[in-house]
């Protein structure tokens, strides 16, 4: 109980820094979508795509960093 006694101060500013890498990681996954596909358009070519090298590792940090942020976001709640 000690420790999350001298993380709370530091977690507002932890999460703030977490939103932040998790919506740039989200948006730099933004690949080949046509302008349609944003307003509702059919997007078929991109419906089965492969996850490969850095587009692959950005997917997972992007997973992991939601998961930091849920947590950080559970101990701020319970503290």
Known sequence: MEIIQTVQPALPYVQIILSILLVASILLQQRGSSLGGAFGGDNFSSAFHKRRGAELFLFKLS?????????????NILV
């Open 63 to 75: 997973i992991g960093i939601a998961i930091l942020f849920v947590l950080s976001t559970f101990v």
